[in-house]
Each structure stands twice: as structure tokens, then as C-alpha cells.
């Protein structure tokens, strides 16, 4: 009888904060893609291939407006904020594992705006106009000073 007691306490105490904790959760949309690219890179007599994973996912909040607030079929607000989060992979064997993994983060308006292009040295992701540049020979990205906030990077060892 005394378990039966300390659980249904139990119960009617954390019950009410669980259903509180649900009410004020922001919903999100989530978006993932994934793209495979591979390139290339002299060094010296010889030429490397190289090949960058980057996984792309997009959050959203979904946001409603205020005057719908206790409607069935509420109306969406567009323009909210998303947080794109790549997940870059990049792998310059044979095995199956990859080499060194970078996350890039950043706010992203409506416009498509990301960008990868090969160079001699690796390759470089333009983003509305920000760069951040990958040397795969020295295993090292460089972000011009400017720049530097508008990133936010994640970088470790893959394994």
C-alpha cells in the first residue's frame, strides 16, 4: 500500500509539468538532404581524388499567427528563420571511413545560396557571399576575418 501511495504521488506531481513542459515545445519542419561530389588535387607529379559528403538539413519553426490562435486550421507565418546545418564528410582513401568531418551552421533566408567548387589546393563553399576554403592537402579550412561570425564550424575526427 505504501508503494501504491509514493506512485500515485508521484504521478499527480510530474503529470501536470509534463503536459506543461509539451504546450510551450516549438514545433519545427526538418529537411534533409544528402550530395556527393567528387574532385581532384595535384600534388606535385600526381593527382589525388578526393570525395566530399554533405549532408544538408534545414530546420524550421513552424510559427502561426496569433489571431488563428484558438482556430482548427490556423495560417502559417512564411517568413521565419531556418537553420541549415551541413555535415561535411571528406574522404581521401579507399577504406570505408572518412577522414575529417566539418559542420558548418548558419541562418539561412529563402534563396538557394549554398555553393562548392573545386580549386587547386581542395575546394571552397560560398555561402551568399561568404567563403570558407578547405586545403585537403593540409587537412585545414580558412575563413577570411570578415567572415568569421558568420559561420559557426564544428570540426573533428572522423571515424
Known amino acids: 500500500m505504501k508503494n501504491f501511495k509514493s506512485l500515485f504521488l508521484a504521478i499527480t506531481f510530474f503529470v501536470p509539468f509534463t503536459f506543461f513542459a509539451q504546450e510551450t515545445e516549438v514545433e519545427k519542419e526538418l529537411t534533409k538532404e544528402t550530395m556527393v561530389k567528387t574532385y ?3 600534388k606535385g607529379n600526381m593527382t589525388i581524388p578526393y570525395e566530399v559528403k554533405i549532408k544538408n538539413k534545414v530546420e524550421q519553426p513552424i510559427k502561426l499567427e496569433k489571431e488563428d490562435k484558438k482556430e482548427l486550421n490556423q495560417d ?3 517568413d521565419t ?3 541549415v546545418t551541413k555535415s561535411i564528410w571528406i574522404d581521401s582513401d579507399v577504406d570505408d571511413m572518412y577522414d575529417n568531418y566539418i559542420e ?3 541562418v ?3 534563396d538557394e545560396d549554398f555553393m562548392i567548387e573545386s580549386n587547386t589546393k581542395g ?3 560560398k555561402v551568399r557571399g561568404k567563403e570558407m576554403n578547405y586545403s585537403f592537402l593540409d587537412k585545414e579550412y580558412v575563413i577570411k576575418e570578415e567572415d568569421n561570425n558568420f559561420f559557426i564550424i564544428t570540426e573533428r575526427e572522423s571515424k
Open 81 to 83: 528563420d531556418k537553420m
Open 108 to 110: 539561412k533566408e529563402a
Open 40 to 42: 581532384k588535387v595535384d
Open 76 to 78: 502559417r507565418i512564411v
Open 104 to 106: 558548418l551552421s548558419y
Open 123 to 125: 575546394f571552397v563553399i
